[in-house]
């Protein structure tokens, strides 16, 4: 905790501080909470799994149950019809769908769209992107937002985006530098207090029916 922050308020917001860091350590021993990293890529040579394999152990580290659906070994069959009964014109298809559907990965939405809507219901998600370009993927996070909120899984706030990903991480997702825990570490630690949060509201006032 800064210098400065601490000396005015004394001991008791640290206390309160930690009261609340033990509280959620507890409650994560006694339930260990789950994830699936979804792996949104199927490009031969795709680096997009080293940042799979760095997010895993970062998870792993946090005690989270990770599974991943990574779409070269399910082999998830192509829908029949990308976007749902607007045709070849995509008449009438709102504007955000279209945008979305020329910008994100489409092996992603592809496997998103294999499964109802109410799976994804009150439960976060995070975003992690990345590109070999300075700008890390942001341009995919931004379309990626809103199929999410859609869907009911509300993205948190911070995005970890990895400009020159090939720099940042070798073949077995193994960090060259130091800001990509730092960047893992900020991302999951609102993950943390969003799933904890919602995991139990949702055990014990349920969900709307």
């Given at each position: ?9 004394g001991g008791?917001?640290?206390l309160?501080?930690?009261d609340t ?8 021993a006694?339930?260990k ?9 199927v490009?031969e ?20 149950e ?26 009438g298809a709102p504007?955000w769908?279209l945008?979305a ?5 489409p092996a992603?939405s592809?496997m ?13 998600s ?6 070999p370009?300075?700008?890390?993927g942001?341009r995919?996070a931004?379309?990626?937002r ?10 948190v706030s911070?995005?970890?985006g ?5 720099k940042?991480?070798?073949?077995e997702?193994?960090p ?11 991302l999951?630690d609102?993950?943390d207090?969003?799933t904890?949060a ?6 014990t ?5």
């Amino acid at each position: 905790m800064p210098e400065p922050k601490t000396k005015l308020k004394g001991g008791i917001a640290y206390l309160k501080e930690l009261d609340t860091k033990n509280r959620m350590a507890s409650s994560k021993a006694a339930s260990k909470l789950k994830v699936i990293v979804f792996l949104g890529t199927v490009r031969e040579n795709r680096v997009g799994l080293r940042v799979a394999k760095f997010m895993q152990k970062q998870l792993e580290k946090r005690n989270y149950e990770v599974e991943m659906f990574d779409p070269l070994e399910m082999k998830f069959p192509l829908l029949q019809k990308p976007v749902h009964f607007y045709g070849p014109e995509r008449t009438g298809a709102p504007q955000w769908l279209l945008d979305a559907e020329k910008k994100y990965p489409p092996a992603l939405s592809n496997m998103l769209d294999h499964f109802p809507g109410s799976i994804f219901s009150y439960k976060p998600s995070a975003i992690v992107c990345y590109s070999p370009g300075i700008y890390g993927g942001m341009r995919a996070a931004m379309a990626l937002r809103p199929l999410l909120s859609e869907m009911g899984t509300l993205s948190v706030s911070n995005i970890f985006g990895i400009p020159e990903v090939h720099k940042a991480l070798d073949e077995e997702g193994v960090p060259k530098n130091d800001h990509m825990e730092k960047g893992a570490g900020k991302l999951l630690d609102q993950l943390d207090w969003y799933t904890t949060a919602m995991k139990n509201h949702r055990n014990t006032a349920g969900v709307p029916q």
